[in-house]
């Protein structure tokens, strides 16, 4: 055994640490369900730019591509910013609160992967349709009514 292990566990033994817990992995007030609206702002937007784009310009080829390789990366932030609330933020009295909120998180991830997946108008606005209902079942667990926005 290394001597730092058995230092520390001497230690322990003289002086134990005192019981910790948390509700969450970093202190109150790091979760919230603005990156994912801003994510899914960026989604919508290149779809939008996809959808207007005249292929036959100089140019527009490698533009596209751009602008699928944003909407991809966006769709998949979505998705990470949405398990982390899942999965980090809520608990088990959330649910009794929100009897469907796993089928809501859910659903919102298999969209954000939809949109990964196609360029379509509708699923990109459906996607923030669901991103803004979490939006306000986050806020009123915080008993905080925080008015829905979009930056564009």
Same mark, same amino acid.
């Given at each position: 055994?290394?001597? +730092?292990t058995?230092l520390l ?6 002086r =134990? ?5 948390a509700?969450?992995?970093? =202190?109150?007030g790091v979760?919230?369900p ?6 899914g ?9 996809l959808?207007d ?9 490698n533009t596209?591509?751009?602008?699928v ?5 966006q ?10 609330l899942?999965?980090?933020y809520?608990?088990?009295e959330?649910?009794?609160q &929100? =009897?469907?909120?796993?089928? +809501?998180f859910?659903?919102?991830a298999?969209?954000?992967?939809a949109?990964? +997946?196609s360029?379509s108008?509708?699923a990109a606005?459906?996607?923030m349709a669901?991103?803004?209902?979490i939006?306000h079942i ?6 905080r009514?925080? =008015?829905? &926005?979009?930056?564009?």
């Amino acid at each position: 055994m290394k001597f +730092t292990t058995r230092l520390l566990q001497s230690l322990d033994a003289v002086r =134990p640490a005192s019981a910790a817990s948390a509700h969450c992995d970093g =202190p109150c007030g790091v979760y919230d369900p603005a990156s994912a609206r801003i994510a899914g702002e960026a989604v919508l937007s290149m779809t939008k730019k996809l959808l207007d784009i005249d292929m036959s310009s100089e140019g527009a080829h490698n533009t596209y591509i751009r602008y699928v390789n944003i909407k991809e990366e966006q769709a998949e932030l979505v998705k990470r910013e949405l398990n982390i609330l899942w999965h980090d933020y809520f608990k088990p009295e959330h649910l009794e609160q &929100y =009897p469907d909120l796993h089928t +809501t998180f859910w659903k919102a991830a298999k969209q954000a992967s939809a949109c990964k +997946t196609s360029v379509s108008l509708d699923a990109a606005n459906e996607l923030m349709a669901m991103i803004e209902n979490i939006h306000h079942i986050f806020w009123a667990t915080k008993g905080r009514d925080i =008015p829905w &926005y979009v930056a564009s």
